[in-house]
Nanobody, 117 residues
Framework: QVQAVESGGGLVQPGGSLRLSCAAS????????MGWYRQAPGKEREFVAS?????????AYADSVKARFTISRDNAKNTVYLQMTNLKPEDTAVYYC?????????WGQGTPVTVSS
């Protein structure tokens, strides 16, 4: 069983920055896919960014966050990060970590991000 725990959410003003973390724990040998999704109030969950070491294009971003968000990982810690800059009110959402391990999908509990003045 794999567990994913997010942290780093909070309230930030427009134009500000936040860094989210997602730490995976459990009997893990190697995580190939780690990603971030978000769900705004009244909307469906949507893709934000991912790292997939099995892909020819390991880094992927939603168009809405390109050039503002950066995904990275620390393999030794089984942790993925999402550095968010120039945040906008429309980035307000609960951010979820998504991990794929041995063909199974695991989700974290989510961390809320509110962008407001």
């Amino acid at each position: 069983q794999v567990q994913a725990v997010e942290s780093g959410g909070g309230l930030v003003q427009p134009g500000g920055s936040l860094r989210l973390s997602c730490a995976a724990s459990g009997s893990i040998s190697r995580l190939n896919y780690m990603g971030w999704y978000r769900q705004a109030p009244g909307k469906e969950r949507e893709f934000v960014a991912s790292i997939n070491s099995d892909s020819n294009t390991p880094y992927a971003y939603a168009d809405s966050v390109k050039a503002r968000f950066t995904i990275s990982r620390d393999n030794a810690k089984n942790t993925v990060y999402l550095q968010m800059t120039n945040l906008k009110p429309e980035d307000t959402a609960v951010y979820y970590c998504r991990i794929i391990y041995l063909a199974r999908i695991f989700w974290g509990q989510g961390t809320p991000v509110t962008v407001s003045s």
